[in-house]
């Protein structure tokens, strides 16, 4: 039973290493992965915005940023505590922060996987 869909960018080397991971650690098929860089896609929003944020639609609601990573986690069992306890608004103003601080050095990041230089 699909419990969350990921939309994500598919082209962004950093983003596939971060979904196969992800992929690897929902045995339960729980979560649907969308890859948004595909051109035959079907998108619920602007492919550019989707590209821009991650998203995730949980229980009918679509959620960004850290709100959607808090979705994605939730639908891992391994991962379901932090989900949870980014329900937390406290945490979640926490996580977001972090996001947007994420969001300022994802280029430099992708330009380090792509080249293959990553970490």
């Known amino acids: 039973m699909v419990e969350a869909t990921v939309w994500y960018d ?3 080397p950093l983003c596939l290493r971060e979904i196969a991971l992800m992929q690897r650690l929902d045995r339960q098929g729980a979560i649907d ?5 595909d051109p035959v896609t079907r998108c619920p929003n ?3 915005r989707l ?4 998203h995730a639609l ?5 959620l960004s940023g850290a709100a959607a990573f808090a979705a994605m986690w939730r639908a891992i069992p391994l991962l379901r505590p932090l989900g949870l306890l980014a329900q937390n608004h406290i945490f979640l103003s926490l996580l977001v ?3 947007l601080r994420f969001l300022a050095v994802r280029p430099a990041f992708q330009r380090l996987f792509q080249k293959g230089r990553a970490i």
């Open 10 to 12: 598919g082209a962004c």
């Open 97 to 99: 922060l972090l996001y």
């Open 51 to 54: 590209l821009e944020r991650f």
């Open 58 to 62: 949980e229980n009918g609601q679509m």
């Open 46 to 48: 602007a492919r550019n």
């Open 33 to 37: 992965f969308v890859n948004v860089a």
